[in-house]
């Protein structure tokens, strides 16, 4: 830094200052996530940045749904579901199941063991059985244990402050 005075700013997150609790939040950079699943109705899927690891033993992961989503309940029951690390390069899938979840029109589309679609060319996939589903607010928090993992090198696409990056391998 130049040395000059940051202006910090404060507030409780209550309903008149929801927009920028929203604000503050996008400050941190995540990773874009699609999470994929089998319905009776065929294939779904949702672009999700509510992604992290939870456990080594036993391997668990978490997400979070909203439940303004018309996803959601789908999302939060679905017994077996797969999540996708995206790579720097996939923003057009990122976009694509933030748009529509059921258009699995897509090239290299293979099927795990439970049916679900686990889509090409991610930089990490972990396959799922659902372990848990726990309110929060106005999400779900799912926590899925992990049956099977594939990866891949390379940079991540990344959501920071509203708007797609990508993540590197890291400091020099």
């Known amino acids: 830094m130049d040395g000059a005075m940051m202006t910090e700013t404060s507030f409780t997150p209550d309903a008149a200052h929801q927009r920028a609790f929203r604000d503050a939040l996008g400050r941190f950079a995540t990773g ?3 999470v994929t699943t089998r319905t009776d109705h065929g294939p779904l899927g949702i672009t999700a940045n509510s ?4 456990s080594l033993d036993p391997a668990l992961v978490m997400w979070a749904p909203g439940k303004f989503s018309r996803r959601f309940g789908v999302f939060a029951e679905a017994p077996c579901f797969a999540i996708h690390v995206l790579a720097e390069d996939q923003l ?3 976009e694509h199941f933030a748009a529509n979840g059921s258009d699995f ?3 290299d589309l293979v099927e795990s063991a439970d049916g679900v679609p686990l889509l090409a060319n991610c930089l990490a996939r972990f396959e799922c059985q659902r372990h848990a589903v726990y309110p929060g607010g106005d999400h779900a928090i799912v926590v899925g244990q992990v049956t099977q993992v594939s990866t891949r090198d390379g940079a991540g696409l990344s959501f920071f402050a509203g708007q797609y990056g ?3 391998a890291g400091l020099r």
């Open 105 to 107: 029109d897509l090239p």
């Open 92 to 94: 057009a899938l990122a």
């Open 32 to 34: 874009v996530t699609v």
């Open 166 to 168: 990508r993540i590197d």
């Open 51 to 54: 992604f992290a690891a939870l």
